[in-house]
């Protein structure tokens, strides 16, 4: 093998270095995640039960592999896609790698929350379910943290493709416009930038499966796909329109407030200005959007539980 073949072999073997930091981040979520469902075991074992087996019937349903080979092939894909924007596809890259696990997490999440609540009470399947000593409320949160668990995998397994198809990027774009050659030590940097955005993608996941499951405990599967769409869409775009020229009317003012008061600010968990500048996500700032999330849900967990109090299932 000639020196010119060697040189190539380090180029591409590059984006490979790193992997190993995403490698121990992602067997560290799996066992985080393990060891959270043997804490439920002990702690909260009825719901911990229902939690099992809401998501073991999601992740048998063709749906969730569907979903996930869509995930690998778009990920495995975009890092070949020519953007034209001048020197700046790794941003695109990564914009649409976090969006696109967003969504597909987020339809999974809707569609299981739809089939798990919605259909078994039109089914009389949770009535036959709180018969047993099980109360309304551990039927609630043990469907909530159930439809969680395959979210989380997804996340986990596309997460771990999405920050290898960034690491191969870096060396991709180096070697189509001839720069020099991209070190170890680059790609490792790119990864690190981007990975609070899974986590900030995973809170949003996260609160609007709390709405899905209220919205679960009355409607029907259409219903609440369709009003958790235009959440997603208000919500992102609530917090422009407050501050835009428009939002300087009073009415439109007025509207924006209010919808911002009762919707959640999904713009807190996007992180698009800080893939356009290149500025990593501050540790305070995850801290708080966090709190913002776990807030967010306790209040849909409680309305969920309200609204499925007194629905006859009879």
Aim: glycine share 6%.
């Amino acid at each position: 093998m000639d020196a010119s073949n060697l040189l190539l072999f380090a180029v591409e073997s590059t984006w490979l270095k790193p992997l190993w930091v995403v490698a121990v981040g992602a067997l560290g979520a799996a066992a985080v995640l393990a060891a959270l469902g043997a804490l439920a075991r002990q702690i909260v074992p009825k719901v911990a039960a229902i939690a099992r087996t809401t998501a073991k019937e999601s992740m048998s349903q063709p749906l969730f592999y569907v979903l996930m080979a869509v995930g690998v092939v778009g990920l495995v894909l975009f890092p070949f896609i020519p953007y034209n924007t001048l020197g700046e596809d790794l941003k695109m890259v990564k914009d649409e790698g976090l969006t696109l696990i967003m969504v597909l997490s987020i339809v999974l999440a809707l569609w299981t929350a739809s089939v798990s609540i919605a259909d078994e009470i039109e089914g009389r399947t949770a009535l036959t379910l709180l018969s047993k000593p099980v109360g309304r409320r551990q039927f609630i949160f043990g469907k909530f943290l159930g439809i969680l668990v395959p979210v989380a995998i997804m996340f986990i397994v596309l997460g771990a493709i999405f920050l290898a198809s960034v690491s191969y990027k870096v060396v991709y774009d180096v070697r189509e416009t001839g720069r020099p050659a991209a070190s170890a030590a680059e790609c490792l940097g790119e990864m690190r930038q981007i990975a609070p955005g899974l986590v900030l993608s995973f809170m949003e996941a996260v609160v609007l499966t709390a709405i899905s499951v209220a919205i679960s405990t009355r409607l029907p599967m259409m219903a609440n796909l369709i009003i958790c769409a235009a959440i997603y869409v208000l919500g992102h775009l609530v917090p422009i329109l407050a501050n835009s020229a428009v939002g300087k009317i009073e009415i439109v003012r007025f509207v924006a407030n209010f919808l911002a008061a009762i919707l959640p600010v999904l713009d807190h968990f996007n992180i698009s200005a800080g893939i356009s500048t290149g500025q990593p996500v501050p540790l305070v700032y995850l801290s708080w959007t966090a709190l913002y999330c776990f807030l967010y849900c306790c209040v849909a967990m409680l309305v969920a539980m309200l609204l499925f109090e007194d629905r006859d299932l009879a």
